[in-house]
């Protein structure tokens, strides 16, 4: 690897830490109020007896739900030193391999270049776009729980949870910026803010994630030896590789939780219905047609067509799943990031057709 890169690499784990390190001492000092959340602070903030079954929760938040259908996001630990500093290292730790890997998944195979602007807006029908903002939800979700976990409290752990997942998103742009294949993209910045500020208001709004963003992938054989040698070239050979990059076999999903909309309503409270999007029959970011550097087109599969997917499919919300196990309940988030297969209903090229599952 060109020792340049090598050392912009590590300019950018450095980068990545401070960033970290800085925005937990101003998110506090920013974030404080004269009211600290605790689960003493919210015992007295919750009325419930027997004639009343609902659940109100009345400091000044606006929060009213059934309380079948609440969850524990209130729940805060203790402040722990130790935990924060376990924390701040495993997101340097994580985001740093997150970065190593995408380099040889994504960047080893072109050159360096100058930082530049590249706009890519109208590029693999958007799925991209839509990638961008799932990661971003994703990767906010999580780093809100390590910090809840760690102690800090219910704001504090949303609002830095949330920059996380952008300053994370947003070294990926830069580094696009110094690909000569790709650039700086303001419409993936752009998206990465959005699936941050997805996750951001539900939570501040709700105390809870009422539609959570989620991604499923089938890895497409390509039934056509040309067709299969420009995926091998464009999305990669390996199964981790296509499902980073074979946007045809992907599909991203905003799942709604019923009850959480309809509490009234007669339905298990982890069942959700999910409306999907994807594309397919793209075998280009723009067109399917490729050119060598000459400028001689070497690959043309213009006859294929390119065209958007909607899906809507019922879907399940795991973590409403009531369970004392530790292990049970990191089981369940991680598998949440994921769309359960399921029957489908299918939208595109103007008609409808049902699927037995999808993935």
């Known amino acids: 690897m060109n020792i340049v890169y090598t050392y912009f690499c590590l300019m950018c784990f450095i980068l990545t830490r401070k960033i970290i390190i800085f925005l937990l001492p101003v998110a506090i000092c920013f974030l404080s109020t004269q009211k600290i959340y605790s689960q003493i602070t919210f015992k007295n903030d919750i009325s419930l007896t027997n004639n009343d079954t609902r659940v109100r929760w009345t400091n000044n938040i606006g929060f009213s739900e059934n309380n079948k259908n609440m969850r524990d996001t209130f729940r805060t630990y203790p402040y722990n030193k130790s935990r924060v500093r376990l924390v701040t290292t495993a997101n340097i730790v994580v985001f740093g391999s997150a970065l190593i890997g995408l380099n040889e998944l994504w960047y080893a195979n072109y050159p360096r270049s100058s930082f530049h602007f590249f706009n890519d807006n109208d590029e693999w029908l958007q799925m991209d776009k839509v990638g961008h903002a799932y990661s971003t939800y994703t990767e906010s979700r999580a780093a809100m729980e390590m910090w809840r976990w760690a102690g800090l409290s219910r704001k504090k752990s949303i609002w830095i949870g949330g920059l996380t997942g952008v300053a994370f998103q947003s070294i990926i742009e830069v580094l696009d910026g110094f690909s000569s294949q790709y650039g700086f993209s303001p419409g993936d910045f752009t998206a990465n803010v959005l699936g941050s500020a997805t996750f951001i208001s539900q939570e501040l709004a709700w105390n809870q994630q009422k539609i959570r963003l989620k991604f499923s992938f089938h890895k497409v054989n390509y039934s056509e030896p040309d067709l299969e040698a420009r995926a091998d070239e464009i999305y990669g050979e390996s199964y981790v590789q296509r499902m980073i990059k074979d946007y045809n076999g992907q599909t991203y999903w905003a799942s709604a939780n019923i009850s959480s909309f309809f509490p009234g309503l007669k339905m298990p409270r ?90």
């Open 270 to 359: 982890w069942l959700n219905i999910s409306f999907g999007y994807g594309a397919d029959g793209m075998f280009g970011a723009r067109e399917n047609k490729a050119y060598d550097d000459e400028g001689n087109v070497v690959f043309d599969r213009t006859d294929i067509k390119r065209y958007r997917q909607w899906y809507l499919s019922p879907d399940l919300d795991l973590e409403r799943i009531k369970t004392n196990k530790k292990g049970l309940k990191v089981l369940f988030f991680v598998l949440d990031c994921f769309k359960f297969p399921a029957p489908a209903l299918e939208f595109s090229n103007g008609s409808f057709k049902g699927h037995w599952i999808v993935f």
